[in-house]
């Protein structure tokens, strides 16, 4: 969750969005358009992506994370349908529910990456990550293409 969180810097409403029936694997990494409305949506504007890209570094590989844990909550998937109930859709769902993550559990998850990392999280907040890791990727030499 975090990972994609830095990687994509995208709001959690964002993150709760996305929907697996979406997904589009390449070689580049695995794309999740959102179709939903967000705060962002406007009309005429291209559909929102998150992208979880591909890295040659295999502790990087974005993508690879996303499918382990998609293999990891496919009994989840699968339990749900077998007791007549929808599959869920979203990407992360909880792990002692298997109901998929609402917002505040993402921004909480988030925070406790992030106060793992030694950032003080009494003035920080989840919100900071979308601004943060771009930032500090800039001031390493990333550019927004990599």
């Known amino acids: 969750l975090a990972l994609v969180a830095i990687t994509s810097s995208d709001r959690a409403q964002t993150l709760e969005s996305i929907d ?17 409305l967000l705060k962002c949506s406007k009309r005429n504007r291209p559909v ?31 339990r749900a349908v077998a007791r007549g109930l929808p599959k869920p859709r979203q990407l992360f769902l909880s792990y002692s529910t298997g109901k998929p993550l609402r917002r505040g559990s993402i921004s909480g998850y988030i925070l406790e990456v992030m106060s793992l990392a030694g950032i003080d999280v009494s003035c920080f907040k ?3 990550a979308r601004g943060g890791a771009p930032s500090y990727q800039a001031s390493r030499g990333a550019s927004p293409g990599k």
């Open 20 to 36: 697996v029936e979406h997904s589009e694997i390449t070689h580049l990494g695995i794309f999740f358009p959102i179709y939903s």
């Open 48 to 78: 929102r992506v998150v992208k979880c890209v591909r890295f040659e570094t295999p502790s990087l590989d974005v993508s690879d994370y996303v499918v382990a844990y998609l293999q990891k909550t496919l009994r989840f998937r699968v």
């Open 126 to 128: 989840a919100h900071s």
